[in-house]
Structures are given as structure tokens and as C-alpha cells.
């Protein structure tokens, strides 16, 4: 059983407790994965927060392929959480022997903004080399639009940015 182990890191203009807010939120998270996958989260189920059972599973969850085809299933669990700065999901996963994702907020490199920083460390059941593009490449997608979506909640808060960055944005948003 091979274990693979990613890191992805991004910077983002706002401040770690919008951050917090962001990776918390299961609609952040479903905004993340999409149009890849939709995520289906355990009834009842409606952030990761300081209400979150922690060491066991909360319910089964789901993953459809561009909105359509399950592809895999987890008994969603946390094994810890700390309010505003890191939580790590431990589950069982259908394709996994093993899976752990930590995600940590901290301040940005320039002292302003945050970085969010997604750890990963699993084991595929098959197929490993595959599994491993298809998870960075899942992750590479959820890291750019974290990104997007933080950067337009800057810019609704009034935040003043530069004509060189207004036209960066412009560009792409297509």
C-alpha cells in the first residue's frame, strides 16, 4: 500500500477569519469542486465548526462526476479541529485504504491577506499513479477557485485594488 503525499498552497486577499469562514462553509466547499464534481454532504450537515463531532463519522457523502456520476463515497470524519486556523478530515473513503486532508490558515507571506494550505495524504486502492493526478488535479482546481472566489469577496468589500489588477481579473473571468 503506497502512500502519496501533496501540498498545495495559495495566497488570498482576505484575512484569515474570512478565510476560515470560506474553508468552513459547505457551500464553499461545494463551489470549490465544481463543475469536476458535486459533493453530496450528510443530512443535516451545514459547516465544519466548533459543533462538529470529532473522531467519528458524521454520515455518508457522496461524490458525482460533473454533477452526474457517483464515483465515490465517504464516512465524512474530523479528527481535528481548531477554530480559525486548521481542521483535518480523516474518512473512509470507497477508493482509499487510507485518506487525510489538513487544511491550514495563516496569515500571508507579506503580512497581508492568508495562505490556505491543503496537506494530503492517501492511498489509493488501485491505479495509484492515476489516482494521484486525478487528486492533484482535483485540488489544483479547488486552490484556483478558492482563489477566484476570494479575491471577487475582496473586491465586494470595497477593497481598493490597482488598474494593472482590475484588468488581470477582467481577463480572467473569462
Do not use: Y
Amino acid at each position: 500500500m503506497k502512500k502519496v503525499e501533496l501540498t498545495m498552497s495559495t495566497e488570498v486577499p482576505v484575512s484569515t477569519q474570512e478565510a476560515w469562514a470560506w474553508s468552513t462553509s459547505l457551500r464553499s466547499v461545494r463551489a470549490e469542486m465544481r463543475p469536476l464534481l458535486r459533493l453530496v454532504f450528510p443530512k443535516g450537515m451545514t459547516d465544519i465548526g466548533t459543533n462538529t463531532m470529532l473522531g467519528k463519522s458524521l454520515g455518508r457523502c457522496q461524490f458525482f462526476l460533473f454533477g452526474l456520476f457517483p464515483v465515490d463515497m465517504s464516512k465524512l470524519t474530523f479528527s481535528e479541529i481548531v477554530p480559525g486556523h486548521r481542521f483535518v478530515e480523516q474518512s473512509q473513503l470507497l477508493s482509499m485504504h487510507f485518506w487525510r486532508h489538513e487544511r491550514i490558515i495563516t496569515p500571508g507571506a507579506d503580512g497581508r491577506g492568508s495562505r490556505i494550505t491543503d496537506h494530503l495524504t492517501f492511498s489509493p486502492r488501485f491505479a495509484t499513479p492515476i489516482v494521484r493526478l486525478m487528486v492533484k488535479q482535483l485540488f489544483a482546481h479547488r486552490h484556483k477557485m478558492l482563489a477566484r472566489a476570494l479575491k471577487r469577496q475582496e473586491i465586494a468589500h470595497g477593497k481598493a485594488i490597482s488598474g494593472s489588477e482590475r484588468a488581470r481579473q477582467d481577463r480572467s473571468a473569462w
